[in-house]
């Protein structure tokens, strides 16, 4: 007689217990920052601190210097063992039909120095480098990063 007595409140506790499971709401799931593509990681670092060449050596220096504003301007400095002026430009970039990403400088004097007018241009996130590439370059070149530090007030 007993276990008749049991088994029915068994029930009812098991039937309870699975109704509060069902209106239990689950928890929120932490949101995922969504992946970035390559364009959005490339731009994000162009823009920031500077992308060196160096092609001296430790007697002679001579560091090509670039530097790519978010408002689409450049900034190139050539360091070697005389003084050289600034030069500043536009720069954009662009989508070739095969889907490589073009890095086009455009500044009034038409001098491009080491870096051309026009360059394949990818970002490598192992090395933290710019990977540039096109008909006037043998070959894949790298630009390496150098860190800008924050001017004082």
Known sequence: MRLRKVIPMVCV??????????????????????????????LRNLTSDQWVKDLGGKR????YVYA?????????????????????????LTRSKDGKTHLV????????????QDSVIQYDKNKDVLLLSGEKYVGVQQLRRQKVEPKAD
């Open 60 to 63: 002679q220096p001579e560091l």
């Open 105 to 116: 400088l455009a500044n009034q004097r038409k001098r491009y120095y080491w870096l051309p």
């Open 13 to 42: 506790a098991l039937v309870s217990l699975s109704g509060a499971f069902a209106q239990r709401k689950p928890s929120p799931s932490p949101e995922r920052p969504q992946a970035l593509d390559a364009r959005t990681i490339l």
């Open 68 to 92: 790519f504003s978010k408002n689409g301007s450049y900034k190139f400095q050539l360091f070697t063992d005389y003084g050289t002026e600034p030069l500043v430009g536009e720069w954009r």
